[in-house]
C-alpha cells in the first residue's frame, strides 16, 4: 500500500508546478461554509469516511474545513488508510494554491501513512532513509519530509534528507528532493539552489526548480528568498538551456511577473522592487 502511493505521488507531483485556481465567488452554488448540519452529520460516519468529506470540503473552499481536518487527524491515527479516493483527494488538495488545504492534505497523510507525530517515528524510519532499498528508502524521505513540516524534529529531519541528495540512485535523489520540498523550512532554499544546479539528472533539476517555485510547502516569503540565486542562474551559462528556462519559470511563478528570459530585463526589474 504505501509503495503503490509512493509510485502515485511520484506521477502526481509531475504536476505540481500547476496549481488548482481559486474558485470564482460570482460563480458559487452556497456560501461554502462547513455548517452545522455537516458537523452533526459526520458524527454517524466512520473516520475514512469523515476524513474524505473533509479534505473534498478542503479543496472547495469550506470554511471551517480545514480546521477540522489539523483539530481531528491526530485521532484518525491507525483509523484511516490511503484508499483510492483518499489518495486521488489529496494529489488533488497538495496542489492547491491555498497553503491551509496543504497543510489539512498532509495532517491527513500522516495519519492515512500510520505516523505517530513523535521522534520515536523519525528513529524508526532514519535507517531506511539512509540507505537500502529504493522503495524504503523513498517511503522514509517521504515520511521524514511530511512528519518535519509538521513540527516533528524539522532540523533533524533536514538532515537525514540531506544525506540521499547526493546518492548514486535517482530515484532517491528524486524522493530527497520532494522531502525537502514537503518539508518547506527556511533550510531547504539553500539545498534545493544547489541541486537545481548541479545535479546530474534533468528530471531531478525540474523538480528541485519547481519546488522553489510552486510545489512543496515554502511560502510565498521562503520563495522569494531563492530569486537572488536565480538572478545569477539566468547569467551562468554553464548551464544547459533546459535548466536555465526552468530557472526563468521559477522566477516568474515566485514574482507574478511575465517577463521575457533575459537576464537584463530580470535585474532591471529587480533593482526596482527590492
Known amino acids: 500500500m504505501r509503495t503503490s502511493l509512493i509510485a502515485s505521488l511520484a506521477a502526481a507531483t509531475v504536476a505540481m508546478c500547476m496549481p488548482l485556481h481559486a474558485q470564482d465567488r460570482g460563480n458559487r452554488a452556497s456560501a461554502s461554509v462547513l455548517s452545522e448540519h455537516h458537523l452533526e452529520s459526520m458524527k454517524s460516519m466512520t473516520p475514512q469516511q469523515q476524513a474524505e468529506f473533509l479534505l473534498e470540503r478542503s479543496i472547495n473552499r469550506y470554511r471551517g474545513a480545514n480546521e477540522e481536518i489539523v483539530a481531528r487527524a491526530p485521532g484518525w491515527l491507525g483509523a484511516i488508510r490511503a484508499t483510492p479516493q483518499l489518495e486521488s483527494l489529496f494529489r488533488m488538495a497538495i496542489n492547491s494554491d491555498d497553503m ?130 536565480l538572478l545569477e542562474y539566468t547569467e551562468d551559462y554553464s548551464l544547459d538551456p533546459e535548466t536555465r528556462g526552468w530557472v526563468f519559470q521559477a522566477l516568474r511563478d515566485i514574482t507574478g511577473q511575465t517577463l521575457p528570459p533575459d537576464p537584463s530585463t530580470w535585474r532591471l526589474w529587480y533593482q526596482k522592487v527590492r
Open 100 to 229: 491551509r488545504v496543504r497543510v489539512a492534505a498532509i495532517e491527513l497523510n500522516v495519519s492515512a501513512r500510520g505516523l505517530a507525530r513523535t521522534a520515536a517515528t523519525i528513529d524508526r524510519l532514519e535507517p531506511d532513509a539512509r540507505s537500502g532499498a529504493q522503495g524504503p528508502r523513498a517511503n522514509a524521505l517521504w515520511d521524514i519530509g511530511l512528519l518535519g513540516n509538521r513540527g516533528v524534529e524539522p532540523g533533524r529531519a533536514l538532515e537525514i534528507i540531506r544525506s540521499a541528495i547526493h546518492d548514486a540512485n535517482e530515484n532517491v535523489r528524486y524522493w530527497a528532493v520532494e522531502g525537502l520540498s514537503f518539508l518547506g523550512t527556511d533550510d531547504v532554499i539553500e539545498p534545493l539552489l544547489a541541486i537545481l544546479h548541479d545535479d546530474r539528472s534533468a528530471m531531478i533539476r525540474e523538480r528541485a526548480a519547481c519546488g522553489l517555485a510552486q510545489s512543496g510547502m515554502l511560502n510565498e516569503r521562503q520563495r522569494r528568498q531563492a530569486v537572488p540565486r
